[in-house]
């Protein structure tokens, strides 16, 4: 599959952020940003038909003299293994590509992730806020969903802290096909199904915990289904969306009878964890 690489300079790294968030609304697959350069990738198939939407998004930013690169067939793992580093979590979980030399002092929470082109490797806050936030829950024998998996990193981690079954759900195919690829890599093929599609893939099943690290508008489009799928008592973490949206977030998960019960928030990004009403 050919590709496009989007690059532009920004005003800041706070801005890089909101920029990457923004860009997540389209079809962009991965994102690259070091300071105030930033580059984001899509397939070229995908560009025309929303080129026109994402220029005038950047231009709001005050962002100008963008480029659009075709960039065509690239060795992906070769780009990842020279800017992927392993990420340490919380001092309890260790998320490496294959590549990297085996950390066996962090046992069932090393977690050996090959991104590809799918989203997940610890590197971007949300993942750090999710982990740490799954890092306090009980997992143990729970029926966990985890919606948008990308990578399938907190899937696997589900399943490492003793989950009875996780399904992975992704509507993107590479990620679908990456994710499949990490949790054999992970020895959890037995209690991890991943699934190609959206929410409608899981309707009518019901889960103790659900993690959905996405953006803001598909979670609240599709909190409601969440609410339903969600067991009395169960637990809800979300993520991927800024700070300023986290109030939206809360008061739709309220009217769901979904009570915000912590919150965490770095570098402008927030995870919230709830609880449904018994």
Known sequence: MDYV???????????AEIIVAELADYPFESFSAEGRDLKAYIPEKELAECRADVDKMLGRYGIGGQEYTLIGQRNWNAVWESDFEPVEIDGRVIVRAPFHEPRPEYGDMELVIMPNMSFGTGHH????????????????????LDMGCGTGVLAILAAKSGAAHVDAVDIDEMAFGNCADNIAANNVAECISPILGDVGA?????????????????????????????????RIVMSGFLTEDAGAISEAARTLDMQEVQ???NEGWTAIEFVKAE
């Open 202 to 234: 899981v309707e009518g099943r019901h889960y103790d915990v659900i993690v959905a690290n996405i953006n803001r508008n598909i979670l609240l489009h599709d909190m409601p289904s969440y609410a339903a799928m969600l067991n009395a008592g169960g």
């Open 125 to 144: 806050v949300t993942t750090r806020l999710m982990v740490e936030t799954m890092l306090g829950m009980e997992l143990k024998a729970k029926q966990v």
């Open 263 to 265: 919150r965490r928030e």
């Open 5 to 15: 690489e989007l690059s532009m300079t920004v005003a800041d790294e706070e801005t």
